[in-house]
């Protein structure tokens, strides 16, 4: 990470939703889906957060893009309070934060073609001037690999892959510092998801750009992510270099991920037999222990809190390594 701080850095997010009880009426519960969240995110850098569905990695990426406010916590962007700006103060500073989304069909707007999907942030926020719109738009989608007769098709009469790189030319319309990449290949076929991938690796060394990187697959996280954040029911059990986390996974549920990533897993990285369980109810001590082939009597009284581990390494687990 750069001697001049982090792009951008998150302390203690906490979100929770509101969902209604089946057994009384009007009555509800908070569904915590962020538990104390803590990240940091370097210039050029990309950070994978990765886990299951219900992990919390989504509401932590929309939470960066200001889509969600968090009930707790605080997020900088360049050392400037990001959750504290409104009006004409944030409008500016969105062009420094975009998304792409994990289904461009959805995202995109199927009455608008490309080429007006890609032109809409350049004139909102006044990035070309009326005469040039055109021409950055033919050289957006050929940064993302578009001839230029894509712009004026429709989003149905592209594949899912050129729709993808729709999404991600408008995106980078902004030149933004950071986009937030939520699940941006799982739509794919794996041969496309690949040449998405490498367009990105390629964007990144070429722009600058830094990318928060979500994804329930640790196997496409290791290819795009210098670093990586595991969570589980809202709370990061593992942090690290994602080679060495990959290869030398500390917290049982990052290694249980590794193996189901891997084409030959051994066999005792699987996880206990059993659905997660509930966020809403959520075990005493380590959640992760009802599934943990190695927890003890400990782990069902305690839970551990996110230590270092080695360098650049952090893990939530009284017993770490020991599934390697």
């Not at 073609?113 to 942030?121: R, Y």
């Not at 059993?274 to 992760?288: E, K, Q, R, T, W």
């Amino acid at each position: 990470m750069s001697a001049a701080g982090p792009l951008l850095e998150a302390v203690g997010l906490t979100k929770g939703y509101t969902v209604p009880t089946r057994f009384f009426a009007g009555a509800s519960r908070v569904l915590p889906a962020l538990r104390g969240v803590s990240f940091a995110l370097g210039r050029s850098e990309t950070l994978g957060l990765v886990g299951e569905s219900g992990s919390g990695k989504t509401t932590a990426g929309r939470i960066v893009a200001r889509l969600l406010t968090p009930d707790a916590g605080s997020l900088r962007l360049e050392g400037e309070d990001w959750l504290a700006l409104s009006g004409a103060a944030l409008r500016r500073r969105r062009r420094d934060v975009q998304i792409v989304f994990q289904d461009p069909l959805a995202s995109l707007n199927p009455r608008m073609s490309a080429g007006a999907q890609v032109a809409e942030p350049l004139r909102i926020h006044a990035l070309a001037a009326k005469g040039a719109i055109a021409e950055s738009v033919r050289s957006l989608l050929g940064d993302v690999g578009l001839a230029r007769e894509t712009a004026a098709r429709f989003p149905h009469e592209l594949s899912g892959g050129q729709r993808q790189r729709v999404a991600i030319a408008r995106a980078l319309a902004t030149r933004p510092r950071l986009v937030v990449c939520d699940e941006p290949v799982s739509a794919l076929d794996v041969s496309i998801a690949a040449q998405i991938v490498n367009l990105l690796l390629d964007l990144q060394e070429r722009r600058g750009v830094s990318y928060l990187f979500i994804s329930h697959d640790l196997a496409v996280v290791s290819r795009v992510a210098h670093r990586v954040a595991v969570l589980y029911l809202g709370a990061v059990v593992e942090q690290g270099p994602a080679a060495v986390v990959v290869r030398e996974p500390l917290h049982p549920y990052t290694a249980a991920l590794v193996a189901s990533a891997s084409a030959s897993p051994r066999p005792g990285w699987r996880p206990k037999p059993g659905p997660p369980p509930s966020a809403l109810d959520p075990p005493p001590g380590c959640p992760f222990h009802p599934r943990c082939p190695i927890a003890r009597e400990r782990c069902a009284r305690e839970a551990p809190a996110l230590a270092d581990a080695g360098p650049g390494r952090r893990v939530a687990c009284f017993y770490p390594g020991e599934m390697g």
